[in-house]
Structures are given as structure tokens and as C-alpha cells.
């Protein structure tokens, strides 16, 4: 029983030295949660400041994204700092980060990923290979940029769908960009039996596609490309102006939508 009492003395003492450093604490405690907070907003203050600036000096959002977010980072950790030196705490930190060489290195293993997307992101951001607003595609999506990011690139689909691609896979992988072509081709393969007439046939074609499908950049190839039994095998290839990617696809439906009303004509399809 005597083991007993002194063990619940033991720990009724420490818990109210712990409840008086905790009280001692408690100013500097609520000075550092004021600090931190005032680093915050003036973080993001700061951020929305560098972005309209460099937006004005710039005038890529890529870039200024990246400035803000690196200026925005950078206060945030002064203020980290500044509210545990205010608790007395940034040597033990100091301590810690300088003998934590091995938690680094299975920080750097599980942060693998997140460092990739942010180095392939300063290259997206620097080298360019698409901006904001091109239509671009890549990892199976295509889409307009709308984002870059550090981590990660926002797309929307012709869908409304936004997606977010990590830079990672970005860089990886082949991007085919839309908007630096000034023309889309786009190309249609039929048969047409030896009996239709086929070079008349294709006159039709030319004619009916040339006044009306819009956004032609050029006018319509029509080739007789081999034989195939009792047909001939034909390939269309329109040029479309690149402007978006709505207008491609409205010439794409014209332009099947016009052939198969001409071979109808011509008695080719029921």
C-alpha cells in the first residue's frame, strides 16, 4: 500500500510541474499563435501582391504562380520559425533537424513524387512547352491548360471535367500541343463501287465539303488511293484552322455528315 502512495505522489508531482511550466507557457504560447497567424496573412497578402506584379511584368500566369507561391512558402517558414523561437523551441528544432539524417532520407524516399512534380514543374513554368490556355494532350486527356502548378497542371475537357495531371507524368510523357499548329488535319477513308462513277463522285465530294464545312483552311484532297475488289478505296483530308477545339469537331461532323449525304445522292447508300 506505502508502494502504492508513493507511485500516485510520483505522478500527481510531475503532473503539476508540467500543469505550472504549461501555465508559464501560456503567454508565450498565445504571442506565438498571434505571430504565426500574422506571418500567414501577410504570406498570403504578399503572394496575391507578387502575382498581380509579375502578371503585369510577365504576362505568364505560369511564371507568376510560381513566384508567388515560392515568395508565399518562404514567409510562411519565417513565421514558422519566428513563433517557436518565441516558444523557446527553435533549438531543440534545430537539434532535431540537424541529427534527423536518417528520418531525412526516408522523408526523401516518401517524398520522392512530390519533389519530382516540383522540379518538373519549374521546367514547365521556365521551358514552356505549353502555356496557360493552349489545348494540349497528354496522359490520355485533352483538354485546355488552365493551371500550372508546382505539383500539378489543371486541364478542362471539352466536357467541363477538370483534371489534374502531376507535372510528373507530364514530363514524362509525350505532349502533343494543339495550339502551336495553325491547321488540324482531319481524314476519311470510303470505298466506292467501279460502277458509281467514282470520278464524279469525287467532283461531288469536293464541291459539297469545300461550301460547307467551316474553318477550311484549304481546299478538300480527294484521292483514289488503291483497289480493293470491285470498289475503289478513296481518302478525303480536310485542313481545319486550329482554332479550338469545338471547331475541329463540328468539321469533323460536317464533314462525315456531307458525305453521306452525297454517296445517298448518288445512289452509293440506301
Known amino acids: 500500500m506505502a508502494d502504492y502512495t508513493e507511485w500516485t505522489n510520483l505522478i500527481w508531482t510531475k503532473l503539476d510541474r508540467w500543469l505550472q511550466a504549461a501555465i508559464k507557457m501560456l503567454p508565450n504560447l498565445a504571442v506565438a499563435v498571434i505571430v504565426f497567424i500574422l506571418f500567414f496573412l501577410l504570406a498570403k497578402l504578399v503572394r496575391r ?7 503585369r511584368l510577365s504576362h505568364k500566369a505560369a511564371i507568376s504562380n510560381l513566384l508567388s507561391s515560392v515568395v508565399y512558402f518562404i514567409i510562411f517558414m519565417i513565421g514558422l520559425f519566428t513563433a517557436l523561437e518565441v516558444l523557446k523551441l527553435d533549438k531543440a528544432v534545430s537539434s532535431l533537424l540537424a541529427g534527423a539524417g536518417i528520418i531525412g532520407l526516408a522523408l526523401g524516399f516518401a517524398f520522392q513524387d512530390l519533389t519530382a ?3 518538373s514543374g519549374i521546367y514547365i513554368t521556365f521551358r514552356k512547352p505549353f502555356d496557360v490556355g493552349d489545348i494540349i494532350e497528354t496522359n490520355g486527356f485533352t483538354g485546355n491548360v488552365e493551371k500550372i502548378q508546382f505539383r500539378s497542371t489543371i486541364m478542362r ?3 467541363g471535367l477538370h483534371i489534374i495531371v502531376p507535372n510528373k507524368d507530364i514530363f514524362q510523357k509525350p505532349i502533343i500541343n494543339h495550339s502551336l499548329s495553325t491547321e488540324r488535319k482531319i481524314q476519311l477513308t470510303l470505298l466506292i463501287p467501279y460502277a458509281k462513277e467514282p470520278a464524279l463522285v469525287l467532283n461531288d465530294l469536293t464541291r459539297t465539303l469545300t461550301d460547307s464545312v467551316a474553318d477550311l483552311s ?3 484532297d480527294i484521292f483514289f488511293e488503291n483497289i480493293e475488289g470491285a470498289n475503289l478505296k478513296v481518302t478525303i ?3 481545319i484552322s486550329n482554332n479550338n477545339l469545338d471547331a475541329y469537331n463540328k468539321a469533323r461532323h460536317e464533314m462525315i455528315r456531307k458525305v453521306l449525304d452525297t454517296l445517298r445522292e448518288q ?3 440506301p
Open 49 to 55: 501582391f507578387v502575382y498581380k506584379l509579375s502578371c
Open 117 to 119: 512534380n516540383f522540379i
Open 157 to 159: 475537357t471539352q466536357d
Open 218 to 220: 484549304q481546299e478538300p
Open 237 to 239: 483530308t480536310l485542313w
Open 267 to 269: 445512289k452509293i447508300l
